[in-house]
């Protein structure tokens, strides 16, 4: 019997109207667009500014792409995972909430907070249970709304992150397309350079930790890219020798956008041509668990049938991983 894939059926993303250019950051802190972009590869970004709209409403619109894309009817999802670090609230989760908002009365979902290798490890997931035979209609999504954790005085991290939200649609298939194998790894000793420092059962939220602007991202650079760089080229080698294929044999690699030195640098590591690297970062920045799934919606225009593409990511804790596909349609 042939074995039971997940094939990405469908992809949907969405990003809010509102840019924040890096002149309108010139104007917000000790900064400049040459600054920016030398060290980080961003032009601009999309920030989320619409009252009473939260990281569920970008993963609505994405949903809502899915269905009308692969014909579904919102009845006929059966799963709905969200990789998130800014969830609507703590509790209830931000996926059970956009299957509501969503109208899917007979699927269950939950949240994966894995942080921007937060879409790699939703998608390996949403993939296990349709190769087991379980569900056939998964949908896994990749959104955050990094404006409400962003300082936007602390000109280290406001120039990198922006909103947005991306997702696909999982559905079995047994032509060997599909989510073919994935290395995913964490460190929880690398929680130190990048983290959140109250707001969580350690440093519940006070007037003191507000004060202390303890509730934005927290950021150390140096040790954060070179644990990236290792962490994304080390899981690339170890899945390509896992499945007897040369980099040569890849047809896409899609990095986590997270700064354009990092992507630079894995590229190069692994010898790769940078014209068959995904790349948006320059007009979306760092959307967290939202930038490979993002980078699938810019980039499925150009996907053919039978490509074969690598994802890489690393995001704050640390996590990182690497996922091989072969592109369905």
Known sequence: MSKIFAAITGVGGYVPDDILSNADLEKMVDTTDEWITTRTGI????????????????????????????????????????????????????????LDKMGAKNAFGYDINAACSGFLYALTTGAKFIESGMYKKVIVIGADMMSSIVDYTDRTTCIIFGDGAGGVMLEPTMDGT?????????????????????????????????????????????????????????????????NQLEMSDIDWLVPHQANMRIINSVGEMLDFPKEKVMINIYKYGNTTAGTLPLCLWEYEPKLKRGDKLMFTAFGGGFTWGSTYLVWHY
């Open 43 to 98: 032009k601009e970004r999309r920030i989320l500014k619409t009252p009473n709209k939260a990281t569920s409403d970008m993963g609505l619109e994405v949903a809502k792409q899915l269905l009308q894309k692969t014909n579904t009817s919102p009845d006929e999802i059966e799963l709905l995972i969200c990789a998130t670090v800014t969830p609507d609230m703590s509790f209830p989760d931000t996926a059970n909430t956009i």
């Open 178 to 242: 599909g989510v073919i194998d994935s290395v995913l790894r964490s460190d929880g000793s690398g929680r130190e350079f990048l983290h959140m420092k109250a707001g969580g059962s350690l440093k519940p939220a006070t007037m003191d930790t507000v004060l202390k602007k303890e509730h934005f991202v927290y950021q150390d650079g140096k040790p954060v890219f070179k644990a990236a760089v290792n962490g994304m080229v080390t899981t690339v080698r170890q899945v390509l020798e896992r």
